[in-house]
């Protein structure tokens, strides 16, 4: 009897789980976590599976969307942390540099995952992320390695050289010396002429280690020294001169000193690392984790996937499938799985081709990816519970070797899934029943299903038993379905209807393939001849639901259309509000230049008052003064009256249906004063002017012309309709409203927490500045804002001259960016 994890790992290879695990162990830097990744398996233990996939998600929102991501290479050090515990071993250059750049670039990834996930550096190793089971390593990741990694860079530079150490300087220098010598020594025979011709080269060769000459053989013993070697021809013979065994003696000796002083070296460097072993490899532990979750995020990213998320308490043991693309096929065509309510088991039939098997496959890789942290290549809005287990009997394994048939093979795994699956597991049988009588084939699928139900197990089976259809309808939590099939092009669209079950399609599909129409039709009659109408109930089935699939559409549509109008409603009300929001800052700055000017002119008069005398002529300017500025509010008054009478007009002409007529010549007169054009400027009537043609007005005697007029407005005179010109009305009663309206602006000048200057010309916006900056000062007020936009430039630059100049200003910079950015500035007075 197989057991459970040999069944197990059989259905990875079945549903072709190690193709998944090589394509995300591609994604790690480190060959550690590639080849862990590659030995790993669905993780069948609910709380251990909960907490990967949170590690990976997180991950996951960092790689895409944190900068700066380090994807330096992690070189392998497992094999060496047990070397450096052991008495005598020396660790080569090669072998030290590859820990001093694994703590390096380890702790680069770690503050890297650290900074972008909220954690403190404390947490190192213990956070969500990082968090291991063998010990909180928080401490050893910020003293115990990092000292390692220095003690290894004061010895070897990041390319695996030999730092140039005092101790290695002065033998290096000695060993220059010497050879410097050798070269001068063994340079003499080349520069003489009695031996230059004994040299079948003036250069000097390496053997063994020394310094020897290439002299002609026929000229042996004319040099004395020692013979190293003959080459092959006989014709050179090696030699050593007498003269430079002592300088080569010397260099070896020296060169000895130097290999055995780096021995030295290399031996105390192991043992300093040696005393941080056990942090380093718990670090190495906790960082090769993390590279694992890195790479399985990084896969997650690379296919576009999104994480199914656990069934709700409303969706009970939902299985929910978007839109899932099978991961391993180049052009995957979406398929949506759905398991709700009490549904434990889904019987698919259909035809061949149908995509039946794929279906399978694609359920059950995606559960185990799921349950190995990986995102899916699926919709938002999917459901996958957890399983304990997951067991597959798919396709045709007819083994020779084991004298087994087709039905055997499939019996024997299914024989094994049956012992090992509990409530929690998911089985997949692909063709339940086949490769034997069809009527006792449909007996043993029928009871396999009822002690699997009795196990609660979750199911999904394909077949073409047509009593398994039935059996669909007459068991508690069992569903029929069926992949969609169109008959006009005899093609399957991959698509899994719930609720009905599928026509095998065979003879329709023999006759596409060639086969011979009479054998069709033959086949055809031997099945009218024992069938009952149960192909016509699936039939008329099939036809209700793809109408009710169309009236859903229609009803989508619909509620589509609906939102959208929805939505064009609010937009339109934001953008009358928008407007009705610059209206108002409109009419704000128009008040505030008022003011301004209106201070500006009363300041004057207040200087001149008390520098001089008060005289007639003094006090008749200030009364004229208040007299205008009480003019100005009651022709503002007037204006605003007026405009208000020609909306209330317009809204009468547009609800009755037809223009009005123009306000009545006599209502305007030479020297009237008016306010003129959409603006309201104020201005003085000089003459009449020319008729004109009635834009849109008219009378019950039809269209007519209406009067204008010459408007001198300033210097400038201008033309206007009589539609375009208001009187300007007097009211006494405003100009006491008006004079205290003035005194009450004057005195209550306090700061305010946020100024803003949008609209303003930029010596307005300075001398608003200027105002507030002093209210601020007196009222104890020590930060503010200036909202100023972005623009073009010109107002923000003006204002920062400005605060820059000011010496009651201490600092000043731009918001955040949520807080307006550019376009605001904040302000510290000293």
Not at 31 to 46: N, R, T
Not at 97 to 111: D, N, P, Q, S, T
Not at 507 to 516: H, K, P
Not at 717 to 723: A, C, D, L, S
Request: charged share 30%.
């Amino acid at each position: 009897m197989i057991n459970r994890h040999v069944l197990a790992a059989k259905t990875q290879i079945l549903l072709e789980y190690p193709l998944i695990a090589e394509k995300t162990a591609a994604c790690a830097l480190s060959e550690e976590a590639a080849a862990l990744i590659k030995d790993s398996s669905p993780v069948y233990d609910a709380r251990e599976a909960q907490i990967l996939k949170a590690k990976v998600f997180k991950l996951f929102t960092i790689v895409n969307s944190a900068p700066g991501e380090p994807r330096s290479w992690l070189p392998s050090i497992g094999f060496l942390l047990p070397r450096i515990e052991t008495s005598g071993v020396v660790l080569e250059l090669d072998e030290a540099l590859a820990i001093g750049l694994f703590i390096e670039r380890g702790e680069e990834l770690k503050k890297w995952v650290i900074n972008n996930s909220g954690a403190s550096s404390g947490e190192c190793c213990s956070d969500k992320i990082l968090r291991s089971d063998t010990a909180n390593t928080a401490d050893v990741c910020a003293s115990g390695c990092a000292a390692a990694a220095a003690e290894i860079f004061k010895i070897i530079d990041r390319e695996g050289n030999m730092r140039d150490l005092p101790v290695l300087r002065a033998i290096k220098k000695r060993i220059s010396g010497l050879e410097k010598d050798l070269k001068n020594a063994v340079s003499q025979y080349a520069g003489k002429d009695e031996y230059r011709r004994m040299l079948q080269s003036p250069l000097p060769s390496q053997r063994d280690g020394r310094t020897v000459l290439a002299v002609k053989s026929n000229f042996r013993g004319r040099i004395s020294g020692i013979v190293h070697e003959v080459s092959s021809s006989g014709q050179t013979i090696f030699v050593e001169p007498l003269e430079v065994v002592e300088k080569n003696n010397e260099i070896l000796i020296e060169k000895r000193n130097l290999d055995a002083e780096i021995h030295k070296i290399l031996r105390e460097l192991t043992e300093k690392t040696a005393v941080h072993a056990e942090n380093l490899k718990l670090f190495h532990a906790a960082i090769i984790e993390l590279e694992c979750l890195r790479a399985r995020a990084k896969f997650s990213a690379s296919i576009k996937g999104h994480f199914a998320r656990e069934a709700s308490d409303d969706e009970a043991e939902a299985l929910i499938l978007k839109q899932a693309r099978h991961p391993l096929l180049k052009k995957a065509v979406p398929i949506n799985i759905e398991m709700k309510n009490v549904t434990r088991t889904l019987i698919i039939t259909g035809p061949n081709t149908g995509g039946k098997t794929v279906a399978l496959k694609t359920l059950g890789l995606f559960a185990m990816m799921n349950q190995s942290g990986l995102a899916l290549p699926l919709d938002e809005g999917s459901v996958l519970p957890f399983f304990d287990g997951i067991y597959a009997d798919i396709g045709d394994e007819q083994s020779i070797d084991q004298s087994l048939s087709t039905f055997s093979a499939h019996i024997t795994n299914v024989s094994a899934i049956t012992s090992c699956a509990t409530e929690n597991s998911l089985v997949l049988l692909d063709e339940l029943g086949s490769g034997t009588d069809p009527e006792e084939g449909g007996a043993i699928a029928m009871a396999v299903l009822d002690f699997l139900i009795e196990k609660n197990s979750r199911m999904i089976i394909t077949t073409h038993h047509g009593i398994l259809k039935n059996y669909g309808y007459t068991r508690k939590g069992v569903e029929n379905a069926s992949v969609e099939f169109d008959a006009l092009t005899l093609s399957p669209t991959y698509r899994i209807i719930n609720g009905v079950p599928g026509e095998s399609r065979a003879l329709e599909i023999a006759a596409a393939n060639g086969l011979d129409a009479r054998i069709v039709e033959k086949a055809g009659n031997y099945i009218k001849e024992e069938k009952s109408d149960i192909s016509a109930l699936i039939t008329g089935l099939e036809r209700k639901h793809i109408e009710l699939a169309s009236a859903e559409k229609r009803s989508e549509i619909q509620r589509n259309k609906l939102k959208e109008e929805i939505r064009k409603a609010d937009l339109k009300e934001l953008q009358l509000r928008q407007k009705e929001a610059e209206l108002k800052r409109g009419a704000v700055n128009t008040l505030h230049v008022f003011l301004r000017e209106s201070r500006k002119t009363l300041e004057n008069l207040v200087r001149e008052l008390k520098e001089g005398e008060v005289d007639r002529e003094k006090t008749l300017k200030v009364k004229e003064f208040l007299n205008d500025l009480a003019r100005n509010a009651e022709n503002e008054s007037a204006a605003l009256e007026e405009e208000d009478r020609e909306i209330a007009n317009q809204f009468q002409i547009a609800q009755s249906g037809c223009g009005g007529e123009s306000a009545p010549s006599e209502k305007l007169r030479v020297g009237m004063e008016v306010f003129a054009g959409p603006s309201k400027q104020l201005g003085v009537i000089v003459r009449s002017g020319k008729k004109s043609a009635a834009s849109g007005r008219c009378t019950s005697g039809g269209c007519a012309s209406v009067n204008t007029w010459i408007v001198k407005i300033g210097s400038v005179k201008m033309t206007f309709t009589e539609n375009n010109l208001i009187p300007a009305a007097r009211k006494n009663e405003r100009a006491k409203e008006t004079a205290s309206w003035a005194a009450e602006y004057d005195s209550s000048s306090n700061a305010v927490f946020e100024l803003k200057l949008i609209g303003m010309r930029l010596d307005e916006a300075t001398d608003a500045l200027r105002r507030q900056i002093e209210a601020a000062s007196l009222n104890g007020l020590k930060t503010f804002s200036v909202i100023h936009g972005k623009g073009s430039g010109v107002l923000q630059k003006g204002i920062h001259g400005y605060l820059k100049k000011d010496p009651a200003v201490e600092d000043y910079y731009f918001s955040r960016q949520e807080l307006g950015g550019f376009g605001r500035t904040e302000v510290v007075l000293k």
